[in-house]
Protein backbone atom coordinates (compact mmCIF):
# COMPACT_ATOMS: atom_id res chain seq x y z
CA UNK A 1 0.00 0.00 0.00
CA UNK A 2 1.51 3.31 -0.90
CA UNK A 3 1.85 6.17 1.84
CA UNK A 4 -0.19 9.20 1.25
CA UNK A 5 1.12 12.62 1.60
CA UNK A 6 -0.37 15.13 4.73
CA UNK A 7 -2.11 17.22 1.72
CA UNK A 8 -3.61 14.01 0.11
CA UNK A 9 -5.00 13.23 4.04
CA UNK A 10 -6.00 16.68 4.44
CA UNK A 11 -7.73 16.49 1.24
CA UNK A 12 -9.80 13.39 2.18
CA UNK A 13 -10.30 13.92 5.61
CA UNK A 14 -12.19 17.45 4.06
CA UNK A 15 -13.90 15.16 1.43
CA UNK A 16 -15.51 12.80 4.08
CA UNK A 17 -16.70 16.09 6.12
CA UNK A 18 -18.13 17.54 3.57
CA UNK A 19 -19.81 14.59 1.83
CA UNK A 20 -17.90 14.39 -1.68
CA UNK A 21 -15.13 11.56 -1.30
CA UNK A 22 -12.91 11.48 -3.52
CA UNK A 23 -14.56 9.70 -6.31
CA UNK A 24 -18.05 11.77 -5.56
CA UNK A 25 -19.58 9.01 -3.35
CA UNK A 26 -21.88 10.32 -0.47
CA UNK A 27 -20.82 8.99 3.06
CA UNK A 28 -23.21 6.17 2.96
CA UNK A 29 -22.98 5.38 -0.90
CA UNK A 30 -21.36 2.03 -1.94
CA UNK A 31 -19.37 1.79 -5.08
CA UNK A 32 -21.06 -0.33 -7.76
CA UNK A 33 -21.61 -3.78 -6.57
CA UNK A 34 -20.90 -6.60 -9.52
CA UNK A 35 -22.02 -10.52 -8.91
CA UNK A 36 -20.95 -13.36 -10.63
CA UNK A 37 -22.64 -16.47 -9.54
CA UNK A 38 -21.44 -19.99 -10.31
CA UNK A 39 -17.41 -19.11 -11.13
CA UNK A 40 -16.30 -22.55 -9.67
CA UNK A 41 -18.05 -25.73 -11.13
CA UNK A 42 -16.21 -27.73 -9.25
CA UNK A 43 -17.35 -26.33 -6.16
CA UNK A 44 -21.10 -26.97 -4.50
CA UNK A 45 -21.75 -23.19 -4.46
CA UNK A 46 -19.29 -19.78 -5.75
CA UNK A 47 -19.80 -16.22 -6.33
CA UNK A 48 -17.26 -13.41 -6.88
CA UNK A 49 -18.10 -10.06 -6.03
CA UNK A 50 -16.72 -6.49 -7.11
CA UNK A 51 -16.86 -3.60 -4.98
CA UNK A 52 -15.20 -1.31 -7.26
CA UNK A 53 -11.58 -2.85 -6.93
CA UNK A 54 -12.42 -4.81 -4.17
CA UNK A 55 -12.26 -8.66 -5.55
CA UNK A 56 -13.31 -11.56 -3.68
CA UNK A 57 -14.18 -15.33 -4.27
CA UNK A 58 -16.41 -17.44 -2.09
CA UNK A 59 -16.45 -20.96 -2.25
CA UNK A 60 -19.17 -23.38 -0.28
CA UNK A 61 -18.41 -27.35 -0.13
CA UNK A 62 -20.38 -29.86 1.45
CA UNK A 63 -19.44 -33.00 2.51
CA UNK A 64 -21.11 -35.39 4.93
CA UNK A 65 -19.82 -35.48 8.19
CA UNK A 66 -20.98 -36.35 12.01
CA UNK A 67 -22.22 -33.91 13.97
CA UNK A 68 -21.11 -32.54 17.38
CA UNK A 69 -22.30 -34.45 20.21
CA UNK A 70 -23.51 -31.68 22.17
CA UNK A 71 -25.51 -30.45 19.23
CA UNK A 72 -26.55 -33.33 17.12
CA UNK A 73 -29.42 -31.67 15.38
CA UNK A 74 -27.25 -29.13 13.74
CA UNK A 75 -24.66 -28.92 10.63
CA UNK A 76 -21.04 -27.32 10.92
CA UNK A 77 -20.09 -24.79 8.45
CA UNK A 78 -16.94 -23.47 8.91
CA UNK A 79 -15.51 -20.29 7.53
CA UNK A 80 -12.21 -19.64 5.99
CA UNK A 81 -10.72 -16.57 4.61
CA UNK A 82 -7.47 -16.72 2.36
CA UNK A 83 -5.56 -13.15 1.13
CA UNK A 84 -3.74 -13.87 -2.32
CA UNK A 85 -0.58 -12.43 -2.74
CA UNK A 86 -1.93 -10.77 -5.78
CA UNK A 87 -4.09 -8.80 -3.57
CA UNK A 88 -0.99 -6.78 -2.50
CA UNK A 89 2.41 -6.99 -2.01
CA UNK A 90 2.21 -7.08 1.90
CA UNK A 91 0.56 -10.48 1.69
CA UNK A 92 3.00 -12.64 -0.01
CA UNK A 93 4.28 -15.78 1.99
CA UNK A 94 2.94 -15.33 5.47
CA UNK A 95 2.22 -11.57 4.97
CA UNK A 96 -1.39 -11.71 4.80
CA UNK A 97 -2.19 -14.62 7.34
CA UNK A 98 -2.71 -11.71 10.07
CA UNK A 99 -5.42 -10.52 8.11
CA UNK A 100 -7.04 -13.69 7.05
CA UNK A 101 -7.55 -15.12 10.73
CA UNK A 102 -9.13 -11.40 11.54
CA UNK A 103 -11.42 -11.55 8.66
CA UNK A 104 -12.50 -15.52 9.44
CA UNK A 105 -13.21 -15.10 13.42
CA UNK A 106 -14.94 -11.49 12.08
CA UNK A 107 -17.24 -13.63 9.85
CA UNK A 108 -17.87 -16.44 12.01
CA UNK A 109 -18.92 -14.22 14.77
CA UNK A 110 -21.27 -12.59 12.13
CA UNK A 111 -22.89 -15.16 10.25
CA UNK A 112 -22.43 -18.16 12.80
CA UNK A 113 -23.32 -16.97 16.30
CA UNK A 114 -22.41 -18.09 19.41
CA UNK A 115 -20.65 -21.94 20.27
CA UNK A 116 -23.44 -23.09 21.09
CA UNK A 117 -24.48 -22.59 17.66
CA UNK A 118 -27.71 -20.14 19.22
CA UNK A 119 -28.31 -16.90 17.14
CA UNK A 120 -26.73 -18.24 14.15
CA UNK A 121 -27.72 -16.17 10.63
CA UNK A 122 -27.30 -19.58 8.88
CA UNK A 123 -29.61 -22.09 10.01
CA UNK A 124 -27.73 -25.15 11.01
CA UNK A 125 -30.81 -27.24 11.62
CA UNK A 126 -31.38 -27.76 7.69
CA UNK A 127 -28.36 -29.08 7.02
CA UNK A 128 -29.04 -32.28 9.79
CA UNK A 129 -29.33 -35.89 7.51
CA UNK A 130 -29.94 -38.31 10.50
CA UNK A 131 -30.22 -36.75 13.39
CA UNK A 132 -26.87 -38.00 16.00
CA UNK A 133 -25.37 -39.59 13.07
CA UNK A 134 -25.19 -37.61 9.74
CA UNK A 135 -24.77 -34.40 8.92
CA UNK A 136 -23.61 -31.89 6.13
CA UNK A 137 -20.55 -30.06 7.16
CA UNK A 138 -20.20 -27.00 4.66
CA UNK A 139 -17.15 -25.82 3.93
CA UNK A 140 -16.97 -21.99 3.15
CA UNK A 141 -13.65 -21.17 1.70
CA UNK A 142 -13.22 -17.10 0.54
CA UNK A 143 -10.37 -15.48 -1.29
CA UNK A 144 -9.60 -11.66 -1.80
CA UNK A 145 -8.53 -11.65 -5.57
CA UNK A 146 -7.91 -7.81 -4.94
CA UNK A 147 -7.97 -5.58 -2.08
CA UNK A 148 -9.25 -1.91 -2.13
CA UNK A 149 -11.12 -1.67 1.31
CA UNK A 150 -14.05 -2.46 2.51
CA UNK A 151 -13.12 -6.41 2.46
CA UNK A 152 -15.64 -7.39 5.24
CA UNK A 153 -18.50 -5.98 3.97
CA UNK A 154 -17.79 -8.14 0.40
CA UNK A 155 -16.62 -11.04 2.34
CA UNK A 156 -20.26 -11.01 3.81
CA UNK A 157 -22.02 -10.52 0.28
CA UNK A 158 -20.23 -13.08 -1.37
CA UNK A 159 -20.38 -16.00 1.05
CA UNK A 160 -24.72 -14.98 1.03
CA UNK A 161 -24.41 -14.82 -2.71
CA UNK A 162 -21.69 -18.33 -2.78
CA UNK A 163 -25.12 -19.81 -0.38
CA UNK A 164 -27.74 -19.12 -2.40
CA UNK A 165 -25.88 -19.99 -5.56
CA UNK A 166 -25.17 -23.48 -3.64
CA UNK A 167 -27.29 -26.99 -4.37
CA UNK A 168 -26.67 -29.75 -1.98
CA UNK A 169 -27.48 -33.21 -3.33
CA UNK A 170 -30.74 -34.35 -2.27
CA UNK A 171 -29.63 -37.38 0.25
CA UNK A 172 -31.29 -41.59 0.51
CA UNK A 173 -31.14 -43.27 4.05
CA UNK A 174 -31.40 -46.74 3.55
CA UNK A 175 -34.40 -47.36 6.19
CA UNK A 176 -33.67 -49.93 9.32
CA UNK A 177 -30.18 -49.12 10.36
CA UNK A 178 -30.52 -49.84 14.29
CA UNK A 179 -29.30 -47.52 16.75
CA UNK A 180 -25.58 -47.66 16.72
CA UNK A 181 -25.05 -48.49 13.38
CA UNK A 182 -24.31 -45.73 10.75
CA UNK A 183 -26.88 -46.00 8.49
CA UNK A 184 -25.88 -46.31 4.28
CA UNK A 185 -26.54 -43.25 2.64
CA UNK A 186 -26.86 -42.77 -1.35
CA UNK A 187 -25.67 -39.25 -1.95
CA UNK A 188 -27.88 -38.83 -5.88
CA UNK A 189 -25.60 -36.89 -8.42
CA UNK A 190 -29.24 -35.43 -10.27
CA UNK A 191 -30.93 -33.47 -8.12
CA UNK A 192 -29.98 -30.57 -5.59
CA UNK A 193 -32.01 -28.87 -2.76
CA UNK A 194 -31.54 -25.35 -2.79
CA UNK A 195 -30.19 -23.46 0.81
CA UNK A 196 -32.32 -21.37 1.72
CA UNK A 197 -30.81 -17.70 2.23
CA UNK A 198 -33.26 -15.26 3.02
CA UNK A 199 -31.95 -15.23 6.86
CA UNK A 200 -28.03 -14.54 6.27
CA UNK A 201 -27.29 -11.09 7.21
CA UNK A 202 -25.42 -8.91 5.19
CA UNK A 203 -22.56 -6.98 6.78
CA UNK A 204 -22.26 -3.19 6.86
CA UNK A 205 -19.01 -1.73 8.09
CA UNK A 206 -18.70 1.99 8.96
CA UNK A 207 -15.64 3.17 9.39
CA UNK A 208 -14.98 6.50 11.68
CA UNK A 209 -13.37 9.50 9.90
CA UNK A 210 -12.94 12.28 12.22
CA UNK A 211 -16.31 13.33 13.06
CA UNK A 212 -18.32 11.11 10.55
CA UNK A 213 -18.97 7.78 9.63
CA UNK A 214 -18.59 6.20 5.93
CA UNK A 215 -19.57 3.13 4.03
CA UNK A 216 -17.21 1.13 2.21
CA UNK A 217 -14.22 2.37 2.20
CA UNK A 218 -11.29 2.63 -0.21
CA UNK A 219 -7.60 1.61 1.22
CA UNK A 220 -6.63 4.84 1.26
CA UNK A 221 -9.97 6.39 3.33
CA UNK A 222 -9.34 3.29 5.53
CA UNK A 223 -5.89 4.21 6.14
CA UNK A 224 -7.27 7.96 8.09
CA UNK A 225 -9.66 5.78 9.90
CA UNK A 226 -9.82 6.06 13.69
CA UNK A 227 -12.43 3.15 14.33
CA UNK A 228 -14.36 0.97 12.36
CA UNK A 229 -17.62 -1.29 13.32
CA UNK A 230 -18.99 -3.76 11.25
CA UNK A 231 -22.66 -4.78 11.72
CA UNK A 232 -24.30 -7.77 10.60
CA UNK A 233 -27.96 -7.37 10.08
CA UNK A 234 -30.40 -9.50 8.93
CA UNK A 235 -33.54 -9.12 6.82
CA UNK A 236 -35.69 -8.22 9.86
CA UNK A 237 -33.35 -5.58 11.11
CA UNK A 238 -31.59 -7.50 13.86
CA UNK A 239 -28.35 -7.56 14.80
CA UNK A 240 -26.16 -10.85 14.23
CA UNK A 241 -22.59 -9.96 15.15
CA UNK A 242 -20.57 -6.94 15.86
CA UNK A 243 -17.06 -6.40 15.45
CA UNK A 244 -15.07 -3.52 16.04
CA UNK A 245 -11.72 -2.27 14.99
CA UNK A 246 -9.15 0.44 15.44
CA UNK A 247 -7.27 1.54 18.78
CA UNK A 248 -9.62 4.74 19.36
CA UNK A 249 -12.48 4.92 21.91
CA UNK A 250 -15.75 5.47 20.83
CA UNK A 251 -18.54 6.93 23.24
CA UNK A 252 -21.31 4.61 23.75
CA UNK A 253 -23.72 7.16 22.16
CA UNK A 254 -21.35 7.25 18.91
CA UNK A 255 -21.89 3.29 18.82
CA UNK A 256 -25.70 3.36 18.82
CA UNK A 257 -25.73 6.14 16.89
CA UNK A 258 -23.31 3.79 14.33
CA UNK A 259 -25.37 0.78 14.85
CA UNK A 260 -28.79 2.64 13.78
CA UNK A 261 -27.07 4.11 10.47
CA UNK A 262 -25.86 0.54 9.89
CA UNK A 263 -29.50 -0.66 10.26
CA UNK A 264 -30.58 1.86 7.36
CA UNK A 265 -27.97 0.95 5.29
CA UNK A 266 -28.96 -2.27 5.33
CA UNK A 267 -31.89 -2.56 3.99
CA UNK A 268 -31.17 -0.96 0.87
CA UNK A 269 -27.33 -2.84 0.54
CA UNK A 270 -29.73 -5.98 1.37
CA UNK A 271 -32.12 -5.12 -1.46
CA UNK A 272 -29.44 -4.01 -4.22
CA UNK A 273 -27.42 -7.30 -3.72
CA UNK A 274 -30.69 -9.55 -4.01
CA UNK A 275 -31.10 -8.32 -7.12
CA UNK A 276 -28.01 -8.36 -8.61
CA UNK A 277 -27.35 -11.94 -7.01
CA UNK A 278 -31.02 -13.06 -8.90
CA UNK A 279 -29.65 -11.11 -12.31
CA UNK A 280 -26.14 -13.31 -11.66
CA UNK A 281 -28.02 -16.80 -11.29
CA UNK A 282 -30.72 -15.72 -13.79
CA UNK A 283 -27.40 -14.57 -16.11
CA UNK A 284 -25.72 -18.17 -15.53
CA UNK A 285 -28.74 -19.94 -16.24
CA UNK A 286 -28.79 -18.83 -19.73
CA UNK A 287 -25.47 -18.67 -20.50
CA UNK B 1 -11.10 -6.93 -27.99
CA UNK B 2 -9.65 -5.85 -24.48
CA UNK B 3 -12.29 -6.99 -21.78
CA UNK B 4 -12.64 -3.83 -19.70
CA UNK B 5 -14.18 -4.83 -16.10
CA UNK B 6 -17.22 -3.16 -16.41
CA UNK B 7 -20.47 -4.77 -15.46
CA UNK B 8 -22.18 -3.87 -18.45
CA UNK B 9 -25.71 -5.70 -19.53
CA UNK B 10 -26.65 -7.15 -22.90
CA UNK B 11 -27.17 -3.68 -24.73
CA UNK B 12 -24.48 -2.11 -23.44
CA UNK B 13 -21.94 -4.66 -24.13
CA UNK B 14 -23.23 -4.29 -27.84
CA UNK B 15 -23.41 -0.33 -27.59
CA UNK B 16 -19.66 -0.52 -26.31
CA UNK B 17 -18.87 -3.02 -28.87
CA UNK B 18 -20.23 -1.46 -31.39
CA UNK B 19 -17.96 1.95 -30.83
CA UNK B 20 -14.93 0.65 -30.04
CA UNK B 21 -14.92 -1.25 -32.94
CA UNK B 22 -15.78 1.70 -34.84
CA UNK B 23 -13.00 3.87 -33.76
CA UNK B 24 -10.74 0.40 -34.61
CA UNK B 25 -12.14 0.94 -38.22
CA UNK B 26 -10.71 5.01 -37.97
CA UNK B 27 -7.07 4.10 -36.89
CA UNK B 28 -7.17 1.27 -39.32
CA UNK B 29 -7.81 3.21 -42.25
CA UNK B 30 -5.54 6.11 -40.85
CA UNK B 31 -2.43 3.73 -40.85
CA UNK B 32 -0.60 3.46 -43.86
CA UNK B 33 0.65 0.13 -44.74
CA UNK B 34 4.41 0.47 -43.95
CA UNK B 35 3.44 1.67 -40.85
CA UNK B 36 1.01 -1.39 -39.86
CA UNK B 37 0.90 -2.50 -36.30
CA UNK B 38 3.06 -5.87 -36.05
CA UNK B 39 2.51 -9.15 -33.35
CA UNK B 40 5.31 -11.51 -33.13
CA UNK B 41 6.88 -12.77 -35.86
CA UNK B 42 5.26 -10.74 -37.95
CA UNK B 43 7.31 -10.17 -41.13
CA UNK B 44 8.17 -6.88 -41.57
CA UNK B 45 8.10 -5.63 -45.20
CA UNK B 46 11.52 -4.17 -45.80
CA UNK B 47 13.14 -3.02 -48.96
CA UNK B 48 16.72 -5.18 -49.03
CA UNK B 49 18.30 -3.37 -51.16
CA UNK B 50 18.57 -0.15 -48.69
CA UNK B 51 20.34 -1.63 -46.25
CA UNK B 52 18.27 -1.22 -43.70
CA UNK B 53 19.32 -1.16 -39.73
CA UNK B 54 17.44 -3.73 -37.65
CA UNK B 55 16.03 -1.92 -34.48
CA UNK B 56 14.61 -2.92 -31.27
CA UNK B 57 11.66 -5.50 -31.12
CA UNK B 58 13.00 -7.20 -34.26
CA UNK B 59 15.28 -10.18 -35.71
CA UNK B 60 16.84 -11.22 -38.72
CA UNK B 61 15.47 -14.58 -39.53
CA UNK B 62 16.39 -16.60 -42.97
CA UNK B 63 17.07 -13.16 -44.37
CA UNK B 64 12.94 -12.03 -43.54
CA UNK B 65 12.94 -9.02 -40.81
CA UNK B 66 11.03 -10.65 -38.37
CA UNK B 67 9.66 -8.72 -35.19
CA UNK B 68 9.77 -10.04 -31.59
CA UNK B 69 7.05 -7.45 -30.19
CA UNK B 70 3.72 -6.50 -30.37
CA UNK B 71 3.80 -3.09 -31.88
CA UNK B 72 3.48 0.13 -34.63
CA UNK B 73 6.59 0.05 -37.03
CA UNK B 74 8.48 2.84 -36.82
CA UNK B 75 10.95 4.42 -39.38
CA UNK B 76 13.51 6.65 -38.97
CA UNK B 77 15.49 7.03 -41.75
CA UNK B 78 17.79 3.55 -42.39
CA UNK B 79 16.10 2.39 -39.08
CA UNK B 80 13.82 0.13 -38.62
CA UNK B 81 12.43 -0.68 -35.11
CA UNK B 82 9.26 -1.74 -33.63
CA UNK B 83 7.91 0.41 -30.50
CA UNK B 84 5.44 -1.60 -27.83
CA UNK B 85 2.65 0.12 -26.71
CA UNK B 86 1.69 -1.06 -23.91
CA UNK B 87 5.41 -0.35 -22.22
CA UNK B 88 6.58 0.83 -18.94
CA UNK B 89 7.30 4.42 -19.03
CA UNK B 90 10.30 5.16 -20.71
CA UNK B 91 11.74 9.17 -19.61
CA UNK B 92 12.88 11.56 -22.16
CA UNK B 93 14.62 14.45 -21.22
CA UNK B 94 12.19 17.54 -20.90
CA UNK B 95 9.16 15.61 -19.64
CA UNK B 96 6.71 16.89 -16.80
CA UNK B 97 6.90 13.85 -14.30
CA UNK B 98 4.87 13.85 -10.84
CA UNK B 99 6.59 11.18 -8.32
CA UNK B 100 6.09 10.57 -4.42
CA UNK B 101 9.33 10.85 -2.47
CA UNK B 102 10.01 7.04 -1.28
CA UNK B 103 13.54 8.18 0.55
CA UNK B 104 15.04 11.05 1.55
CA UNK B 105 18.79 10.26 0.93
CA UNK B 106 21.99 12.23 1.01
CA UNK B 107 21.52 15.71 -0.57
CA UNK B 108 19.13 14.31 -3.00
CA UNK B 109 15.36 12.72 -2.45
CA UNK B 110 14.51 9.25 -4.10
CA UNK B 111 10.66 9.55 -5.93
CA UNK B 112 8.65 6.78 -7.36
CA UNK B 113 7.89 7.52 -10.84
CA UNK B 114 6.07 4.49 -11.90
CA UNK B 115 9.54 3.69 -13.61
CA UNK B 116 11.81 0.36 -13.33
CA UNK B 117 14.07 2.93 -10.93
CA UNK B 118 13.09 5.44 -8.12
CA UNK B 119 14.41 8.92 -9.92
CA UNK B 120 16.84 11.34 -8.33
CA UNK B 121 16.34 14.93 -7.32
CA UNK B 122 19.05 16.38 -6.01
CA UNK B 123 19.05 19.51 -3.63
CA UNK B 124 20.96 20.99 -5.52
CA UNK B 125 18.09 21.03 -8.50
CA UNK B 126 15.43 22.20 -5.92
CA UNK B 127 15.20 25.80 -5.31
CA UNK B 128 15.45 26.82 -1.99
CA UNK B 129 12.50 27.89 0.58
CA UNK B 130 14.20 31.35 0.31
CA UNK B 131 14.74 31.30 -3.08
CA UNK B 132 18.16 33.10 -2.47
CA UNK B 133 20.35 31.56 -4.74
CA UNK B 134 24.13 30.37 -2.94
CA UNK B 135 25.72 27.00 -2.35
CA UNK B 136 23.79 24.12 -0.19
CA UNK B 137 25.43 23.60 2.89
CA UNK B 138 25.27 20.99 5.38
CA UNK B 139 22.51 22.99 7.30
CA UNK B 140 20.38 23.03 3.84
CA UNK B 141 21.23 19.04 4.00
CA UNK B 142 19.78 18.68 7.49
CA UNK B 143 16.77 20.47 6.73
CA UNK B 144 15.76 18.54 3.53
CA UNK B 145 12.76 16.98 5.27
CA UNK B 146 11.19 20.43 6.31
CA UNK B 147 11.49 20.90 2.34
CA UNK B 148 9.91 17.68 1.09
CA UNK B 149 8.87 14.76 3.25
CA UNK B 150 7.93 11.02 2.84
CA UNK B 151 5.34 10.26 0.47
CA UNK B 152 5.01 14.09 -0.49
CA UNK B 153 4.05 14.31 -4.06
CA UNK B 154 6.29 16.29 -6.23
CA UNK B 155 5.65 17.44 -9.75
CA UNK B 156 9.17 17.78 -11.72
CA UNK B 157 10.88 17.67 -15.13
CA UNK B 158 13.18 15.14 -16.19
CA UNK B 159 16.83 16.36 -16.11
CA UNK B 160 18.81 13.41 -18.16
CA UNK B 161 19.50 9.73 -17.22
CA UNK B 162 23.29 10.24 -15.53
CA UNK B 163 25.21 7.67 -14.29
CA UNK B 164 23.29 6.67 -10.97
CA UNK B 165 19.84 7.05 -12.16
CA UNK B 166 17.75 9.00 -14.01
CA UNK B 167 17.55 12.99 -12.49
CA UNK B 168 14.62 15.27 -12.07
CA UNK B 169 14.71 19.36 -11.53
CA UNK B 170 12.37 21.50 -9.61
CA UNK B 171 13.81 24.78 -10.63
CA UNK B 172 10.83 26.83 -11.72
CA UNK B 173 7.88 27.71 -9.50
CA UNK B 174 5.60 25.81 -11.24
CA UNK B 175 7.53 22.67 -9.93
CA UNK B 176 7.46 21.48 -6.40
CA UNK B 177 5.19 19.89 -3.83
CA UNK B 178 1.60 19.21 -4.84
CA UNK B 179 -1.24 19.71 -1.90
CA UNK B 180 -4.88 19.83 -1.42
CA UNK B 181 -5.69 17.25 -4.13
CA UNK B 182 -5.59 13.81 -5.22
CA UNK B 183 -3.21 11.87 -7.23
CA UNK B 184 -4.33 9.50 -9.94
CA UNK B 185 -2.60 6.67 -11.56
CA UNK B 186 -3.41 5.94 -15.16
CA UNK B 187 -1.53 3.68 -17.42
CA UNK B 188 1.62 5.99 -19.29
CA UNK B 189 1.19 4.90 -22.32
CA UNK B 190 -2.62 6.91 -22.30
CA UNK B 191 -0.75 10.18 -21.61
CA UNK B 192 0.80 11.47 -24.82
CA UNK B 193 3.74 13.95 -24.78
CA UNK B 194 2.16 17.72 -25.91
CA UNK B 195 3.08 21.32 -25.44
CA UNK B 196 1.31 21.65 -22.26
CA UNK B 197 1.24 19.36 -19.20
CA UNK B 198 -0.01 21.81 -16.70
CA UNK B 199 -3.80 22.84 -17.01
CA UNK B 200 -4.91 25.44 -14.81
CA UNK B 201 -8.76 25.20 -15.19
CA UNK B 202 -10.11 28.70 -14.43
CA UNK B 203 -14.29 28.15 -14.50
CA UNK B 204 -13.32 25.71 -11.61
CA UNK B 205 -10.54 26.71 -10.03
CA UNK B 206 -8.62 23.60 -10.52
CA UNK B 207 -5.28 22.78 -11.34
CA UNK B 208 -4.90 19.51 -13.56
CA UNK B 209 -1.28 18.28 -14.28
CA UNK B 210 -1.15 15.28 -16.59
CA UNK B 211 2.41 13.01 -15.69
CA UNK B 212 3.86 11.28 -18.96
CA UNK B 213 4.67 8.62 -16.44
CA UNK B 214 1.04 8.06 -15.58
CA UNK B 215 0.82 9.69 -12.72
CA UNK B 216 -2.22 12.84 -12.73
CA UNK B 217 -2.68 15.11 -9.72
CA UNK B 218 -5.83 16.72 -9.99
CA UNK B 219 -6.02 19.78 -7.13
CA UNK B 220 -6.87 22.96 -6.22
CA UNK B 221 -5.49 25.87 -7.86
CA UNK B 222 -2.22 26.76 -5.68
CA UNK B 223 -0.77 30.32 -7.36
CA UNK B 224 2.88 30.18 -7.82
CA UNK B 225 4.30 31.62 -4.94
CA UNK B 226 6.96 34.16 -5.32
CA UNK B 227 9.31 32.55 -2.44
CA UNK B 228 11.17 35.19 -1.13
CA UNK B 229 8.26 38.18 -0.52
CA UNK B 230 5.83 35.36 0.97
CA UNK B 231 9.13 33.84 3.42
CA UNK B 232 8.23 35.73 6.13
CA UNK B 233 4.33 35.02 6.32
CA UNK B 234 3.96 31.89 5.60
CA UNK B 235 6.96 30.29 6.70
CA UNK B 236 5.90 30.62 10.69
CA UNK B 237 1.99 29.31 9.55
CA UNK B 238 3.04 26.33 7.91
CA UNK B 239 5.19 25.82 11.06
CA UNK B 240 2.44 26.09 13.24
CA UNK B 241 0.26 23.82 11.24
CA UNK B 242 2.99 20.61 11.08
CA UNK B 243 3.91 20.62 15.02
CA UNK B 244 0.46 21.09 16.02
CA UNK B 245 -0.97 18.90 13.41
CA UNK B 246 -2.55 16.32 16.40
CA UNK B 247 -3.64 19.80 18.54
CA UNK B 248 -5.91 21.52 15.84
CA UNK B 249 -9.26 20.97 16.71
CA UNK B 250 -11.62 20.12 14.20
CA UNK B 251 -12.88 23.00 13.89
CA UNK B 252 -9.50 24.95 12.71
CA UNK B 253 -9.18 22.06 10.27
CA UNK B 254 -12.71 22.52 8.70
CA UNK B 255 -12.06 26.06 7.76
CA UNK B 256 -8.91 25.03 5.75
CA UNK B 257 -10.64 22.14 4.07
CA UNK B 258 -11.35 22.90 -0.12
CA UNK B 259 -14.49 24.49 -1.21
CA UNK B 260 -17.35 22.35 -1.51
CA UNK B 261 -17.43 23.50 -5.45
CA UNK B 262 -13.95 22.93 -6.33
CA UNK B 263 -13.66 19.77 -4.77
CA UNK B 264 -16.82 18.52 -6.65
CA UNK B 265 -15.20 19.95 -9.63
CA UNK B 266 -12.24 18.08 -8.88
CA UNK B 267 -13.85 14.75 -8.13
CA UNK B 268 -15.62 15.09 -11.58
CA UNK B 269 -12.23 15.79 -13.18
CA UNK B 270 -10.63 13.12 -11.43
CA UNK B 271 -13.45 10.58 -12.41
CA UNK B 272 -13.33 11.72 -16.01
CA UNK B 273 -9.38 10.72 -16.24
CA UNK B 274 -10.60 7.22 -14.25
CA UNK B 275 -13.23 6.72 -17.18
CA UNK B 276 -10.73 7.46 -19.70
CA UNK B 277 -8.29 5.24 -18.13
CA UNK B 278 -10.74 2.48 -17.84
CA UNK B 279 -12.15 2.65 -21.22
CA UNK B 280 -8.26 2.52 -22.64
CA UNK B 281 -8.36 5.78 -24.29
CA UNK B 282 -5.66 8.87 -24.65
CA UNK B 283 -5.94 11.38 -21.53
CA UNK B 284 -5.20 14.82 -22.99
CA UNK B 285 -7.17 18.11 -21.59
CA UNK B 286 -9.91 18.00 -24.79
CA UNK B 287 -11.25 14.46 -23.84
CA UNK B 288 -11.06 15.31 -20.17
CA UNK B 289 -13.42 18.42 -20.66
CA UNK B 290 -15.14 16.58 -23.22
CA UNK B 291 -16.14 14.00 -20.80
CA UNK B 292 -17.23 16.62 -18.55
CA UNK B 293 -19.06 18.38 -20.18
CA UNK B 294 -21.25 15.10 -20.74
CA UNK B 295 -21.38 13.86 -17.35
CA UNK B 296 -22.74 18.02 -16.53
CA UNK B 297 -25.19 18.35 -19.65
CA UNK B 298 -26.49 14.60 -18.53
CA UNK B 299 -26.99 16.02 -14.31
CA UNK B 300 -25.36 12.95 -13.94
CA UNK B 301 -24.24 12.61 -9.85
CA UNK B 302 -20.75 12.45 -9.52
CA UNK B 303 -20.14 8.74 -8.77
CA UNK B 304 -22.47 7.38 -11.29
CA UNK B 305 -19.75 8.68 -13.77
CA UNK B 306 -18.30 5.54 -12.78
CA UNK B 307 -21.23 3.35 -13.60
CA UNK B 308 -21.28 1.42 -17.02
CA UNK B 309 -23.76 3.98 -18.75
CA UNK B 310 -21.44 6.55 -18.81
CA UNK B 311 -18.68 4.77 -19.60
CA UNK B 312 -20.75 3.20 -22.52
CA UNK B 313 -22.07 6.93 -23.17
CA UNK B 314 -18.09 8.26 -23.49
CA UNK B 315 -17.26 5.52 -25.99
CA UNK B 316 -19.80 6.64 -28.03
CA UNK B 317 -19.27 10.75 -27.59
CA UNK B 318 -15.56 9.75 -28.43
CA UNK B 319 -16.57 7.42 -31.84
CA UNK B 320 -18.60 10.65 -32.53
CA UNK B 321 -16.40 13.12 -32.07
CA UNK B 322 -13.44 10.99 -34.37
CA UNK B 323 -15.67 10.57 -37.22
CA UNK B 324 -16.36 14.67 -37.17
CA UNK B 325 -12.60 15.00 -37.28
CA UNK B 326 -11.89 12.53 -39.63
CA UNK B 327 -15.45 14.17 -42.17
CA UNK B 328 -12.93 17.55 -41.83
CA UNK B 329 -9.67 16.77 -42.54
Redesign the interface.
Known amino acids: MVGLSLGEKHFIQGGIAQDIRSDGRKRLTYRPINVETGVIPQANGSARIRMGATDVISTVKAELGKPISLQPDKGKVSIYVDCSPTAAPMFEGRGGEELSTELSVALQRSLLGGKSGAGAGIDLSSLVVVEGKICWDLYIDCLVVCSDGNLLDALGAAIKAALSNTGIPRVQVAAGASGDEQPEVDISDEEFLQFDTSDIPVIVTLTKVGRHYIVDATTEEESQMSSAISISVNRKGHICGLNKRGGAGLDPSIVLDMISVAKHVSEQLMNKLDSEIAAAEAGEDES | MREI?L?LNQTQKIRLKRALEKLESFSSKASSNSNASVSISDSIPVNHEDGVLKGHGTLDLNGELVATLCGVVERVNKLVYVRALRARYKPEVGDIVVG?VSEVAQKRWRLDIHYSQDAVLMLSSMNLPDGIQRRRTALDELNMRSIF?????ICAEVRGNQHDGLHLQARSQKYG???????LTVPPYLVRRRKQHFHHLEQYGVDLILGCNGFIWV?EHVEARDDMVEDQVSKPEQQNI?SN?NSIS?EE??Q???P?ET??SI??I??AV?VLSILGFNITIEVIMDTMNLSSSLNL???E????EFCVLVAEGEAERRSLTKKKG
Open positions: ESREENDVKLERGQLGKKLQETYTIRQCRANRDIHMLGS
